[in-house]
């Protein structure tokens, strides 16, 4: 089942192609125990996508809330994922919620980490989330390919950026380091790291992370939706610890936000 202007629509008949036509802004948004969580975040960030592509929508005037509760109750869901569509074309503006597959980390890749790797590619406006055809079909094809959890994409100054699908922290020196916000798609875990890190006074730094420098870190992780904050065991073959004491308080205290 997909809802389609908020009118129910038989899920068999429908295919995500249809977005390779036109514009198409989008949240994924997680359910944990029937809710969604931290949608405040993911409201704030359509809300920013939409202005940056100036687009005259204003969120509230969408009811997204009461739109995700009903397609929950209706499809009894109590953990997975739904992505929120709009799909801007010459002539329309339709609004998509549909359930995706997802794959979330296991106690074993929370433990000892997940292996990623790297691709020569960038995100072109970061801070518009809307679907990216090509850069998704080459990174899913790189994850199988290859066997890893995730592609980390260096832009055309070789520097890392930030995950296909997540964003990228690294430790050194007792503190946080990740990309400037300006060349990263502004993910609200990473907003929560953030917010973390103020709370406890834990040192972070925004700087642009050169790819030949990737040695000199002592640890990393992921943050996104699906993975929520992950460690890093591996970059290609630079190994990463993944019992460093400042990552395991910084995951302590974020998924103490998530029992809340």
């Known amino acids: 089942m997909i809802l389609l202007n908020n009118a129910i629509n038989d ?4 295919s995500e192609a249809i977005f390779e036509n036109g ?13 969604p969580i931290f949608l405040t975040d993911n409201l704030i960030r359509l809300d920013n996508s939409l202005k940056k592509s100036n687009i005259g929508i204003h969120v509230q005037s969408l009811n997204i ?4 509760n009903r397609f929950i109750t209706l499809e009894h869901i109590t953990e997975g994922n739904l992505k929120y569509v709009l799909h801007f074309t010459t002539d329309k503006t339709d609004e998509y919620i549909f359930q995706i597959p997802h794959s979330y980390p296991d106690t074993r890749d929370y433990e000892n980490g997940v292996p990623v790797i790297t691709c020569q590619a960038i995100r072109k406006n970061p801070g518009v989330k809307y679907i990216n055809t090509d850069l998704r079909t080459l ?6 390919d290859n066997q890893v959890y995730e592609v980390l994409l260096i832009d055309q100054d070789d520097y890392i950026t930030e995950g296909s699908r997540s964003n990228v922290f690294f430790i050194k020196d007792n503190k946080l380091i990740t990309s400037p916000s300006e060349y990263v798609l ?9 917010n973390i890190c103020q709370q406890y006074q834990i040192p972070i730094t925004e700087k642009r992370i050169a790819f030949n420098s990737l040695s000199t870190y002592e640890a990393a992780f992921l943050t996104g939706t699906s993975p929520l904050i992950l460690p890093i065991n ?7 610890s993944t019992t460093s004491p400042l990552l395991r308080q910084v995951m302590k205290y974020y998924f103490a936000l998530l029992e809340k």
Do not use: A
């Open 234 to 240: 591996r970059i290609n073959k630079i190994c990463y």
């Open 11 to 14: 899920g068999n008949k429908f």
């Open 23 to 35: 514009l198409s802004i989008y949240e994924v948004i997680r359910i944990f125990k029937g809710h």
């Open 186 to 194: 502004p993910g609200t875990s990473r907003k929560r790291v953030f």
């Open 65 to 68: 809330p009461d739109k995700l």
């Open 139 to 144: 990174t899913n094809q790189l994850i199988r």
